[in-house]
């Protein structure tokens, strides 16, 4: 078994059908009201994909979400104009509401989890021609997005829900021409590597 298969061994990282969709909005609920004091389900949950790591038991271990471009505006473009940070020919999507169940957030899992949950979001947004990708993060998640290439942006905003949060982005396109021939790891990982615990489809 190679390298990258022992990461994932045990967990498949796909596009949530109906059924997973309301198990990943279950583990988001559980986790927000412990964590933030609130859910965490908002209008756009209705719209977006959702993404999701399930485990070994059919159990979903991680969740997040991307809100296409059809869907403006985004969250964060109630603080900010989405023209500051993109070119008006970009195709972009907003994620959010990253979350992971506690137990495998342990460094040598957790991380594990992290970069398979990055690496389905960087394959499906290309998969489906989107060029940006954009997220309003709490500072724990800062760097999370910036081990996976996102750049923090000058732009600090106060959320009416979550309080202090940056904006942070990145260029898929420039990201892929810049790394997917570097040598680092999570690089090669993310933009080089083949994973077949990965599923595309809807």
């Known amino acids: 078994m190679g390298s990258t298969q022992r990461l994932f061994q045990g967990l498949t990282f796909k596009v949530a059908d109906y059924s997973e969709r309301e198990r990943a909005l279950d583990l988001r609920r559980r986790i927000y009201t412990v964590e933030h004091?609130?859910?965490?389900?908002?209008?756009?949950?209705?719209?977006?994909?959702?993404?999701?790591?399930?485990?070994?038991?059919?159990?979903?271990?991680?969740?997040?979400?991307?809100?296409?471009?059809?869907?403006?505006?985004?969250?964060?473009?109630r603080f900010i104009s989405l023209d500051r940070i993109v070119s008006r020919d970009a195709i972009p999507a907003e994620v959010s509401r990253f979350c992971v169940e506690r137990t495998h957030r342990a460094i040598h899992r957790g991380q594990v989890v992290h970069l398979g949950m990055l690496k389905l979001l960087y394959e499906f947004a290309s998969h489906k021609g989107i060029t940006d990708l954009l997220a309003l993060v709490l500072p724990e998640m800062e760097i999370v997005y910036k081990v996976a290439f996102f750049v923090p942006l000058d732009i600090t905003v106060e959320h009416p829900v979550w309080g202090p949060a940056r904006i942070i982005h990145l260029d898929l396109i420039r990201a892929r021409m810049a790394y997917e021939n570097s040598k680092h790891p999570v690089a090669r990982l993310l933009f080089r590597t083949n994973v077949p615990n990965i599923i595309l489809s809807e």
Do not use: C, K, M
């Open 37 to 77: 004091g609130t859910a965490g389900l908002d209008e756009f949950d209705d719209v977006a994909i959702h993404l999701v790591a399930i485990d070994q038991h059919s159990a979903i271990v991680a969740a997040l979400r991307l809100v296409a471009s059809s869907y403006r505006p985004f969250d964060f473009e």
